[in-house]
């Protein structure tokens, strides 16, 4: 069942933020949520009224992705992250070791074709 944060000025539920999110409505709300702690915990009222703008569903999530206030704010915070996921030994393809394994398992390999991400 949708929350207060998941229904549009209408009551209706909004629309995901991500297309591929449409049959997956849990996994549009984590986002949501993410993009509001991170909101509340942005330094710039510019910045924040961009993060509102995305969640009300205003402005698409890939033009704030791609604003340069955006990745100022995100960079270091994304790069104190893979500082922390190293320090607690995680491999470097940031999946789990199986259970009972006692390497990591070997990151999946791309052919040269394909390109990952959507942005």
């Known amino acids: 069942m949708p929350g207060p944060d998941d229904r549009g000025p209408a009551g209706e539920p909004e629309q995901p933020l991500l297309p591929s999110y449409r049959r997956r409505p849990e996994l549009d709300r984590a986002l949501r949520a993410n993009l509001r702690t991170l909101r509340d915990r942005c330094p710039d009222a510019d910045l924040r009224e961009r993060f509102d703008a995305v969640l009300a569903g205003r402005t698409p999530l890939r ?57």
């Open 63 to 119: 033009e704030l992705a791609r604003s340069r206030e955006d990745q100022d704010f995100l960079g270091p915070l994304v790069l104190d992250g893979a500082r922390r996921w190293e320090e607690a030994g995680r491999p470097d393809d940031g999946m789990p070791a199986p259970e009972g394994a006692s390497e990591p398992a070997p990151a999946p390999r791309r052919s040269s074709g394909q390109h990952g991400g959507t942005w």
